[in-house]
């Protein structure tokens, strides 16, 4: 299977904040990667999909970049509703495999 | 508006069996691949098993391989997974998920609010 790391496990942010969370999968998976956001006792709630491309709905501040095996996603300015849990998730492969998870908290 | 209700969760012991169902609605379910992803209690998410629209491909999880069955009745706009020879790690909230179009790759647009599948004796 493809091993997704994400990094960090956890950090520590403030309003207003810019925040960058990375994603490598352990071999290349072209842009295949979706990212997810989830605040507890919820389901995910898809973000980004094909690495950079917006779903819709989403608020501009999130973005992501990347291909090949390394993976990022950016929240430009942080809002109090972005506190969450951020998965990525590869879909290259037909068995999928997700991001152990970074879990974003207020400082 | 796209809904997707799982139903069948519970406590069952360590070798027993379980069904879950997930009920659609608000979209076209036979166009559509459909999903099976749990996360255990307080751990990420992980994908459980896949089933294309028509039945025709079905994919598991190496954890599942063997002892689980994806199937759906387009009739009945319902996905099901059969479980069985429950094991204890198999304790998770279970999610359907419907795929969306993702420029070829599977994303998971829509989910569920989870049942929860607890094995213990």
């Known amino acids: 299977d493809i091993q997704m790391t994400q990094s960090p496990s956890s950090l520590s942010a403030s309003v207003g904040d810019r925040v960058t969370i990375t994603c490598r999968a352990s071999q290349s998976i072209s842009s295949y990667l979706n990212w997810y956001q989830q605040k507890p006792g919820k389901a995910p709630k898809l973000l980004i999909y094909?690495?950079?491309s917006l779903q819709s709905g989403v608020p501009s501040r999130f973005s992501g970049s990347g291909s090949g095996t390394d993976f990022t996603l950016t929240i430009s300015s942080l809002q109090p509703e972005d506190f969450a849990t951020y998965y990525c998730?590869?879909?290259?492969?037909?068995?999928?495999?997700f991001g152990q998870g970074t879990r974003l908290e207020i400082k | 508006e796209v809904q997707l209700v799982e139903s069948g969760g519970g406590l069952v012991q360590p070798g027993g069996s379980l069904r879950l169902s997930c009920a659609a609605s608000?979209?076209?379910?036979?166009?559509?691949?459909m999903n099976w992803v749990r996360q255990a209690p307080g751990k990420g998410l992980e994908w459980v098993s896949y089933i294309s629209s028509s039945s025709s491909t079905i994919y598991y999880a190496d954890s599942v391989k063997g002892r689980f069955t994806i199937s759906r009745d387009n009739a009945k706009n319902s996905l099901y997974l059969q479980m069985n020879s429950l094991r204890a790690e198999d304790t998770a909230v279970y999610y359907c998920?419907?795929?969306?179009?993702?420029?070829?790759?599977?994303?998971?647009?829509?989910w569920g609010q989870g049942t929860l599948v607890t094995v213990s004796s």
């Open positions: 998920a419907r795929e969306g179009y993702c420029s070829g790759g599977s994303c998971f647009v829509y």
């Open positions: 998730q590869q879909s290259y492969s037909t068995s999928i495999t």
């Open positions: 094909a690495a950079s």
């Open positions: 608000g979209f076209t379910f036979s166009s559509y691949s």
